[in-house]
């Protein structure tokens, strides 16, 4: 019998059909046999599918350029197991004893100035806690925050989209990550220089 | 080889091809054409061969009727004809809306023309004027170091500020429009009138990094402002770096935008003039497509950046098919490409979310598509390293690590490219309109993050002239290349590989002078 499979589906109600006709021990053989001819027809379609697809693509010049990418994937790779290596302290966390301007800072900023709000003198380190009081309590109060990624997104694309369907949004939840400490160069790094890898 | 624009090797037809061609001119694909069937995905395949389809007596080509495709017996090869993918595609036209000339390009045409926002930058900038304004400021310049690396003292906890600050002080059109007097905040009436202003402070931080004093700079000042600024938005609280880059973009907005122009215009948006969005404003397209008939929805949303979710669980990227077959020990490995691949794939959207189509007139299933329109100057991409667990109403950040290319072409992202995947990647005019503006991107600033959600800590990695340098707050020091890329990454910003190369070639260091050396430095 020869098949002509011009649609996936009309192949497997052929099989089908096959298999509920004449369904006895005589005809299991050639069952199985139906099976994976049809199996190897399908599967034949989809590689096909995909040879084509690239075949387009090679030819109308269309194909990424993969060697720069390769490169690319190739240096992050290197980087990463050199800074995972342990004999290496380069790490990012690193304490460093000097700048490349050659000056050194203490782990909270001891610069010295007027609050413009209240006129004190204050250092900078402490300048943004000091802020947040000063400015009045009346900041945390009036503060509902809705953590609704839609509200901030709408807000800041500076008009909505006239369409039927909803447009660019993300997922749920907005990707936000504060920072606690300080997180000045000595507080959990290792004491020590910087040494270069 | 990539080339700013999508553009099609237009493959030269295989001769029998061209000579049945000349024999029989297009009626055979035309006739061809309406045994066509195409599908609301985009696929084409052919209903029922047609013998009566003249054929070429001594090459008997035939199609691959299983995708529509032609095949030359005797090149023994796939071939490719512009006029037959015009066919194929102009009967999906003619599919969805009935038209029987089905020669306009699929979806929502946008015909506006969009002047350049490049042009926006150019005029404000001159960069005679600059260098001489850098030159005059750059009496204690500490030997060759490039112009305007400054650390920044943290304030307490405003490393978010910091990392931020520092990405805008070097994107290159962003800096240029500030130093040549884009907004001067010693001239701007808003500021003399006591009332609050961004982009003057912002300005005064310009001045003071490009200053030639090295010693690092407190932004208090500007720290006020914003927190006069942002006590107006729900969001002033959150200390996180990409919250913050919006609500300062929206602030320079609000103050910027020309007088002529009300505030909140939705039709200008894509094309607001303010130093803000003339930067980092891009334009995405929204495709929704119904399951069942094909038709395709088409909106355009602008945008200052691209959030994007990390490809955990490794989508295969568009183009796999394209890669060799080889063991990759990088598979498993989350990449920006991939991200971005996941961004633009279709995304079939759920049972329970059917949509209004408007040619079915009922709801049914869809699927949608996000592409880029228009490229921005810079592009800030935002990774979502946070996930919010509904089940367990927990939330945490992710830490894996994200592969990121120094050099970036977004060409495959863009509508053009997108659109015409879609559609089997057939030779047509899918987008026009496009790309004045080149795909290649370089990069020059990462902001990243350690730490956890609750207590973390970030830091700026910094590209001048081509050498990384790290900025911790303070701490200005040279890193390698290396460091940066096995870098957990949470903000990349690239800038277009035309600006970056120009950036590099403007402002070379100065050297010291005997008479500079009297200052002490």
Request: charged share 25%; glycine share 6%.
């Amino acid at each position: 019998m020869i098949f002509l499979v011009s649609q996936r589906h009309t192949g497997l109600a052929i099989l089908l059909l096959s298999l509920m006709s004449g369904f006895n021990e005589d005809n299991k053989a050639s069952h199985a046999q139906l099976s994976s001819q049809f199996f190897g027809d399908l599967l034949d379609s989809i590689i096909v599918d995909v040879a084509s697809e690239c075949h387009r693509i090679a030819r109308l010049g269309l194909d990424r350029n993969l060697e720069e990418e390769e490169e690319e994937l190739r240096l992050s790779a290197q980087a990463r197991v050199r800074v995972a290596d342990p004999s290496n302290s380069g790490e990012s966390n690193s304490k460093y004893v000097v700048d490349i301007f050659g000056q050194t800072h203490p782990p909270v900023a001891n610069e010295i100035f007027d609050c413009m709000n209240c006129g004190r003198s204050i250092m900078a380190g402490r300048f943004a806690p000091h802020l947040e009081k000063c400015m009045g309590k009346g900041r945390k109060a009036r503060l509902k925050v809705t953590r609704s990624s839609t509200a901030v997104q709408n807000r800041y694309s500076q008009g909505s989209p006239v369409s039927t369907y909803s447009p660019y949004s993300n997922s749920t939840n907005t990707s936000r990550l504060s920072n606690g400490t300080s997180g000045v160069a000595g507080e959990e790094y290792s004491n020590g220089t910087f040494q270069e890898p | 080889m990539t080339t700013g624009n999508p553009s099609y090797t237009n493959p030269k037809p295989c001769k029998h091809l061209a000579d049945y061609k000349l024999n029989h001119g297009l009626s055979g694909y035309k006739s061809l054409q309406k045994h066509l069937k195409t599908a609301p995905h985009g696929k084409t395949s052919v209903g029922k061969p047609n013998t009566k389809t003249p054929r070429c007596i001594s090459c008997d080509g035939f199609q691959d009727i299983e995708r529509a495709e032609l095949y030359c017996c005797v090149c023994c090869d796939q071939v490719y004809d512009p006029d037959f993918d015009k066919a194929v595609i102009s009967k999906h036209i003619m599919g969805i809306t009935g038209d029987k000339n089905g020669d306009e390009s699929i979806g929502k045409r946008l015909v506006k023309r969009r002047r350049l926002s490049s042009g926006v930058v150019e005029e404000l900038v001159d960069s005679k004027i600059s260098k001489q304004l850098i030159s005059m400021r750059d009496r204690r310049a500490k030997s060759c170091y490039p112009l305007g690396l400054r650390g920044l003292n943290n304030l307490g906890n405003t490393c978010f500020m910091n990392s931020v600050l520092q990405a805008l002080l070097h994107a290159p059109p962003f800096r240029n429009y500030f130093l040549s007097g884009g907004h001067n905040h010693e001239t701007c009436r808003k500021r003399s009138v006591g009332r609050l202003c961004l982009p003057c402070d912002i300005d005064v931080v310009f001045s003071a990094a490009f200053s030639g004093d090295r010693a690092p700079y407190s932004p208090a000042q500007f720290l006020y402002s914003w927190w006069q600024h942002s006590a107006n938005q729900a969001s002033y609280e959150q200390k996180d770096a990409h919250e913050f880059f919006i609500s300062v973009l929206d602030g320079i907005h609000e103050k910027e935008v020309k007088s002529t122009q009300s505030r909140n215009q939705n039709r200008d948006n894509g094309d607001c003039q303010c130093i803000a969005h003339g930067v980092f404003s891009g334009l995405l397209r929204s495709d929704v497509t119904c399951m069942t008939c094909g038709f395709t929805s088409t909106t355009f949303d602008p945008c200052v950046d691209i959030s994007l979710d990390l490809d955990t669980n490794n989508f295969p990227s568009k183009n796999t098919a394209t890669k060799s077959i080889k063991p990759d020990a990088n598979s498993s490995m989350s990449t920006l490409l991939g991200c971005l691949d996941l961004f633009t794939r279709q995304e079939k959207l759920g049972s329970d979310s059917k949509l209004y189509c408007q040619n079915c007139h009922e709801r049914r299933d869809s699927a949608k598509q996000m592409s880029i329109k228009r490229l921005p100057l810079v592009l800030c991409l935002h990774i979502k390293r946070f996930e919010h667990s509904p089940v367990t109403k927990m939330s945490r950040k992710i830490d894996r690590y994200l592969q990121f290319p120094l050099s970036l072409d977004m060409t495959p992202y863009l509508s053009s490219s997108v659109v015409r995947n879609r559609f089997g990647n057939r030779i047509f005019a899918f987008e026009t309109g496009e790309s004045d503006i080149s795909a290649e991107f370089e990069i020059f600033a990462v902001v990243t993050h350690a730490g956890t959600l609750e207590s973390g800590h970030y830091v700026n990695f910094l590209r001048l002239r081509n050498q990384w340098y790290k900025c911790d707050d303070a701490w200005i020091n040279e890193v390698d290349e290396g460091m940066v890329r096995a870098s957990q990454c949470y903000m990349m910003f690239y800038v277009q590989k035309s600006l970056y190369q120009k950036a590099n070639e403007d402002w070379s260091c100065l050297p010291i002078s005997p008479r500079r050396n009297m200052f002490g430095q």
